[in-house]
């Protein structure tokens, strides 16, 4: 049965790939089985020749994964939102950190990553010719230092101590990846932004709460999709419209609940009234929820884009099963590539005037370099957190250097000749062409975006002698089973079964660390909180406890004033369950093949229902 369901789950993927190489005129030059799943994926021949671009010296060829499982990879080497506390191996200081202690690396606060107190040449290590290339690169990640936070020191971010992955943020607060944001907190993406809580992807917004995928909007609350409007609650794929409340698919409206118009008084009435009480405010999410489900939902989410194939895409050309483009170019199977880059292909965060890259995550500014993991670089191969590198191939941590390999400087002459021979013995080794290994990931895939947007269906702990000690449920969705090997350690190797010819080695964290609740701290029950007016900031002294999880939490200050201000009920979860749920929400980086419900046009689809719509129909329709 389970090979039933694989093989017709593979034929909807297929016809997937085979409408959008007839759409778009592409040819495809062949078909490939992803290793891991199975499924087959094709190589288009504009994305051949963008890889021959990429490196002119080195020849590339399509990896033996398909775009989701080379996705999975990527995101495996990334931790956004788990945070611990441990001290720096440098100053021996408190410091909070995406790594453990007691992690087989030392790992320093972000701050001294940047200094001169150390020196990166330091950790230089040899080729060595008996050994495979594969330990070798271990053995370096091993003893190299990590910065505890990915966070941009010299983009000035000010007051963003418990964020991550930020670029030129002031006073936000547990939020992963605040760009040019300020006082954000609990969101995932800013760009732009101001007093986002609780948001997900939104641009140049200010005061918005609980929203997700909104652009240039004020006042925005509980709602998503919502572009250039102002003022409104429990709205849906909404444009430049005002003072709204239940209100979907509207373009320049004002003063409307449930799509139709009202009169001010009757507007301000219903929101008084929704806003009375935290069980009056769940109650009318509940009906907003029914009430969103009678429209059809747009195929794709797409603004000003041309002959492209995603969604999110807006003012750019040529994308090819990509999500969440700005102003990008000939791009394939890559996620959250912004601003004036172009041929990136299998990518993840890159942005700023990047061309022809490859198999890369959270970069900048790169030109003709291929499995990089944060940084900048040009002619560049297998770096990790490298900043204005050329021709550097496995190093760490270097800025502005030149003719590099495992840190170690080479001469030009010196360089072409060692990295042709490593190359060889990587070709000779079945290591090149794909991304750092997963089973070298310096993070548990269970503290990495990869669990979010590819869950688990099983985790299944073993004794030292494979014996099964107990299993556990994983993520909503999941596929895959996770064979956990050191069921005792808290970091452990594991094995992700994806039932096909190859198993990816992986670590696993195998348990939550305690949250201890300091003696003579007060505590109260999420469910028993007040309301909001009458609340006081006695509450800031409380240690809440959450309703689902029972996982405890604070109320900052800034948060307290926002949902004073706003007349917003105390939130009842932790903030990782609120992320959960505004995660599971949005749309996944797939496509299917839909019929738009108007026309009968087959149509690419994000989402996986059948109640689609089409944009043309869809315009008609507004």
Known sequence: MLVNLANNIDLMKKNVWEYIAKESKQNISQWKVCKWTGEQFPVFQKEQEILKKVSPNFSISSSGLSPESRLRTLLMWRNERRLYKRKSDLSKTGIISVFPENTPYPVYQFEEYWTDAWNPFDFAQEIDSEQK?????????????????????????????YCNYGFASKDCYMCQVPLMSEQCYYSNSPFQSKYNFDCYLNEKCENSYESSYCIESYNIFYSDYVEGSSDCYFCYDIQWSKHCIWCVGIIWQEYQIFNEAVWIGEYEKKLKEILSSH????????????????????????????????????????????????????GYHSTITWLESHSLVSCNSGWSGSSYVYQTVWFSASNNSAF?????????????????????????????????????????????KTSKELMKRLEQEWIWWEFFWSELSLFPYNDSPANDHYPVEKIVYLDADKEILRTEKGGINGKGIVYVLQSDEFISG??????????????????????????????????????????????????????????????????FKFYKKYNLPLPRKHPDLRYEERFQKAPKNTLHLRECIKCNQEVLSVWETDDIICDTCYLKNT
């Open 372 to 416: 990089n993991c944060f940084g900048s670089w040009n002619n560049c191969f297998y770096n990790y957190d490298c900043r204005d590198c050329e021709h550097c191939m496995f190093s760490l941590w270097l800025m502005n250097q030149k003719y590099c390999i495992f840190n170690k400087q080479y001469s030009e002459e010196e360089y072409k």
């Open 494 to 559: 594991a094995i992700l079964d994806l039932w096909w010819e190859e198993k990816i080695k992986i670590k696993w964290r195998t348990k939550n660390i305690a949250s201890d609740i300091p003696d003579g701290v007060e505590t109260i029950k999420g469910k028993d909180l007040p309301e909001i007016w009458e609340s006081s900031e006695t509450i800031l002294n409380k240690i809440i406890v959450c309703e689902v999880s029972e996982r405890p939490y604070r109320i900052i200050e800034q948060e």
């Open 133 to 161: 290339i594969l330990p070798q690169i271990q053995d370096f990640l091993s003893k190299t230092p990590k910065r505890g936070l990915n966070i941009a020191a010299w983009a000035t971010m000010e007051n963003c101590d």
């Open 279 to 330: 069980e009056n405010v769940e109650s009318f999410k509940k009906e907003y929820e029914i009430f969103k489900n009678n429209f059809p939902k747009k195929n794709l989410k797409n603004i000003g884009e041309e002959n492209s194939y995603g969604s999110t895409i807006r003012h750019s050309k040529n994308m090819t099963f990509c999500f969440s483009g700005i102003w990008m170019q000939e």
